[in-house]
């Protein structure tokens, strides 16, 4: 089952923390990233997919030392729609958050130092879709299967987080 599958079941499961409002305030603020920047909304998700791609990667490296739970308390600490530069520093080294935004640059043709200026935004916005999935009694324990999609638990790589907001928006749109 993709992302964006695991992130309608969480909406759709009292159980789970997910909402239609979660998900709207999550494509609003994409919105809001598009309309800061100029740039149109396809360009700010290609954008979010590489933020994603990193914050993956972060956070799999957070899940190999400190298992399940370490993953899914800087989700629940740090995922939101407003910025936060602490959630891209307890993600990134400042090396890292550099990389981020020339990836992202080369990617979308924005310019580096605009994304990097993002970034606080951009982090919690991955972070947030990915707290769709945590229990809402017991958002520490219970497991994540969004966060699990997410991280690729079976390993077959099939994840993308622009997809899954592309998907977010229309679905909230139509």
């Known amino acids: 089952m993709g992302l964006f599958d695991q992130i309608l079941g969480a909406v759709a499961n009292p159980n789970q923390q997910g909402s239609l409002g979660q998900i709207g305030g999550i494509i609003n603020a994409v919105d809001q990233l598009?309309?800061?920047t100029g740039a149109d909304s396809s360009t700010i998700q290609s954008m979010l997919g590489v933020v994603g791609n990193y914050v993956r990667s972060s956070l799999q490296?957070?899940?190999a030392t400190g298992g399940n739970?370490?993953?899914q308390a800087l989700v629940n600490q740090y995922?939101?729609?407003s910025e936060n530069p602490q959630a891209v520093n307890s993600l990134f080294?400042?090396?890292m958050q550099q990389q981020v935004a020339n990836v992202a640059a080369q990617r979308t043709g924005l310019d580096a130092g605009t994304i990097q200026q993002?970034?606080?935004l951009a982090v919690p916005l991955v972070l947030n879709?990915?707290?769709s999935g945590a229990n809402a009694q017991n958002p520490q324990g219970g497991?994540?299967?969004v966060l699990n999609s997410f991280l690729d638990a079976d390993g077959d790589g099939d994840v993308d987080i622009s997809d899954a907001i592309q998907m977010a928006s229309r679905y909230i749109k139509r």
């Open 118 to 120: 993002l970034l606080p």
């Open 93 to 95: 080294s400042p090396a």
């Open 61 to 63: 490296q957070q899940q």
């Open 143 to 145: 497991g994540n299967p």
């Open 129 to 131: 879709f990915l707290q």
């Open 34 to 36: 598009s309309n800061r």
């Open 69 to 71: 739970e370490q993953a």
């Open 79 to 81: 995922g939101g729609t």
